[in-house]
């Protein structure tokens, strides 16, 4: 079984500072989640980022200050959200693929999302898909519903991408595939041999599907992106403490936690280089 990547999703683009009051938000506040983080166990950091004012934003800017301080401070994978919030446009969602990041997530398809359409056409995959393929940044396949992996392969057959894949389930919001164990395994065994996958399970859904995640040999995703509660009614105090929990879990499991060095050889990333 291979060592356990777990992935932070710390910021989001729908959690405020009035539901969680340690959401960090300025790119030092991220670099220093990240940091701790990847002290916790993490080797990816999920990266939305937010205006001063807590506002999502897709700037390309914005995205470069917070990447350079996360750089400062560890060597944790930077993947950035092109899904950035369902109102963006697909310009807006694609400015950070311009600072050719390590990684970046690529969501395959149009799903419901609450009260709102999370739209994601053929023809936006495969604009999405080209421009991580000029920048030569490596994707992981959001996966919202069971349908979304043959839109994945798909762009496989058109070469827009080429393997090692790594999907990620997210299971739980409202409107897609709900979290079950009936439904992840479905996912594990619908996607190619040789692939990898995590699980993002949503609110309450977050610590049983990482959980699973662990024995079933998959990766796991958690943080304030997906699940601001540490326990029912309890704010967790931060992204790191949701970290060490799967990191304890997988280490009464007998599952090695991945470096971020160790990550990036099974995902297909080159190495960083070390100053």
């Known amino acids: 079984m291979q060592k356990l990547i777990i992935t932070a999703a710390m910021v989001g683009a729908e959690t405020t500072r009035a539901n969680q009051p340690n959401l960090p938000i300025t790119p030092e506040e991220i670099a220093d989640a990240a940091l701790a983080c990847r002290r916790a166990g993490a080797s990816i950091c999920h990266l939305h980022v937010r205006t001063d004012d807590g506002e999502p934003t897709q700037d390309k800017d914005r995205f470069r200050e917070t990447i350079a301080a996360i750089r400062k401070k560890t060597d944790i994978i930077v993947q950035v959200s092109t899904g950035g919030a369902v109102w963006m446009t697909p310009e807006e969602r694609l400015q950070p693929i311009e600072l050719a990041p390590e990684m970046a997530t690529l969501t395959c398809g149009t799903v419901n999302f609450g009260q709102e359409v999370f739209s994601n056409g053929p023809a936006l995959l495969q604009q999405f898909a080209a421009a991580f393929k000029d920048k030569g940044v490596r994707p992981e396949f959001e996966i919202f519903d069971a349908g979304m992996i043959a839109n994945a392969l798909h762009l496989a057959k058109l070469h827009l991408v080429e393997p090692p894949f790594h999907f990620d389930f997210v299971l739980g919001v409202p409107g897609a595939l709900p979290a ?94 070390r100053s």
Request: net charge neutral; aromatic share 6%.
């Open 180 to 273: 079950s164990p009936k439904n992840l395994l479905y996912l594990t065994e619908s996607i190619p041999a040789g692939a990898t996958w995590s699980v993002a399970g949503i609110g309450r859904h977050q610590l049983p599907m990482a959980a699973l995640a662990i024995t079933l040999g998959g990766h796991v995703r958690v943080g304030f992106e997906d699940n601001i509660y540490y326990r029912k009614g309890e704010l967790a105090v931060s992204n790191a403490q949701l970290v060490e929990r799967v990191a304890r879990i997988a280490a009464e499991l007998d599952r090695p936690l991945a470096t971020p060095d160790e990550a990036r050889e099974m995902l297909g990333i080159p190495r960083i280089p």
